[in-house]
Nanobody, 126 residues
Framework: VQLQACGGGLVQAGGSLRLSCAAS????????MGWFRQAPGKERVFVAG????????QYAASVKGRFAISRDNDKKTVYLQMNSLKDEDTAVYSC????????????????????WGQGTLVTVSS
């Protein structure tokens, strides 16, 4: 299984970025997907998650209203649209996959996710 995240970079505060995570080696539509981030010297934390069908999404309070998670099951890709970026959004962003039943909403604990991508760095400058 591979999860390949990309789209990170350097952006000014108030700007936008779109992250992508392409999956291979798994039946993508069987998995809830999540985005997590880890800032320097801090623990990895949940950012956003999306259910298998895309019908249900969940966000950390710190990003709600600014970030949007989506997925394309045909392309086996999950996205994270990040708007109104702030300095505190600077982190390495990683995608993760959680094998789930169809009715299960996305979960927030990193330990519940079976597969992880390598991460992409987002740096927000003020």
């Amino acid at each position: 299984v591979q999860l390949q995240a990309c789209g990170g970079g350097l952006v000014q505060a108030g700007g936008s970025l779109r992250l992508s995570c392409a999956a291979s080696g798994l039946t993508f539509s069987y998995y809830n997907m999540g985005w997590f981030r880890q800032a320097p010297g801090k623990e990895r934390v949940f950012v956003a998650g999306i259910s298998r069908s895309g019908a249900s999404a969940q966000y950390a309070a710190s990003v709600k209203g600014r970030f949007a998670i989506s997925r394309d099951n045909d392309k086996k890709t999950v996205y994270l649209q990040m708007n109104s970026l702030k300095d505190e959004d600077t982190a390495v962003y990683s995608c993760a996959a959680d094998r789930a039943i169809i009715t299960q909403p996305p979960v927030t604990r990193p330990d519940d996710y079976e597969y992880w991508g390598q991460g992409t760095l987002v740096t927000v400058s003020s």
